[in-house]
């Protein structure tokens, strides 16, 4: 959804202000280990970096109040733009790490809300992603940004842990079309006709 006028106007004069991009790129950390540039702030209720840009509202503009955006978006508009980040309804993470800061292919990319889930409702089941991580979205990004906080190298332990596990071996060997979803025919008989 694009972003009103007044929002709009604050977000440029933000990615304008070396303050605020300053700022920002301090909440960006590096994980040895990972492609990924972790944020290590603020986190939404979806699991996304949070980044607080500005004031908007007052003088006939309507009610005063902060406007926060999601961090990869201030990101994504730093290397494209204000204007090309309005015309990106949503973007995607290829990485599957709603808290990566890295801008391009593999990371964070121009989508749709269409593509987006479609892309999440494929991924989440798949062994090892970390869209299937029992703690969710948010209570994932929290504890990893705690740990990127506190100790970087235990974020790409706590990743090749949930990797090992979604990678386990299963204990039976699954015939392959039972694993394709197809169910073999079965004939059963009754205990009179068996003798």
């Not at 059963?188 to 003798?195: C, L, N, Y």
Request: glycine share 10%; aromatic share 6%; hydrophobic share 40%.
């Amino acid at each position: 959804m694009p972003l009103a006028d007044a929002p709009m106007r604050v977000l440029e004069e933000a990615l304008r202000d070396p303050a605020v991009v300053a700022r920002y790129r301090a909440k960006v950390l590096e994980v040895p280990g990972s492609d990924c540039l972790w944020w290590s702030a603020a986190v939404s209720g979806r699991g996304h970096g949070r980044f607080y840009v500005g004031t908007v509202g007052g003088e006939g503009e309507g009610e005063v109040r902060d406007l926060c955006v999601i961090a990869h978006r201030f990101g994504y508009a730093l290397v494209f733009g204000a204007a090309a980040l309005n015309s990106v309804p949503v973007l995607g993470h290829g990485c599957d790490n709603p808290i990566c800061q890295r801008i391009g292919a593999g990371h964070v990319h121009p989508s749709s809300h269409a593509a987006n889930r479609r892309a999440f409702l494929a991924r989440r089941s798949l062994a090892g992603n970390p869209l299937g991580d029992a703690r969710g979205a948010r209570g994932r990004s929290r504890e990893l940004r705690d740990l990127t906080r506190a100790d970087p190298a235990a974020v790409a332990a706590d990743q090749s842990r949930l990797l090992r596990l979604g990678l386990q071996l299963p204990l039976f060997d699954v015939p392959a079309h039972t694993a394709l979803g197809c169910m073999p025919s079965v004939t059963i008989r009754s205990s009179s006709a068996a003798r």
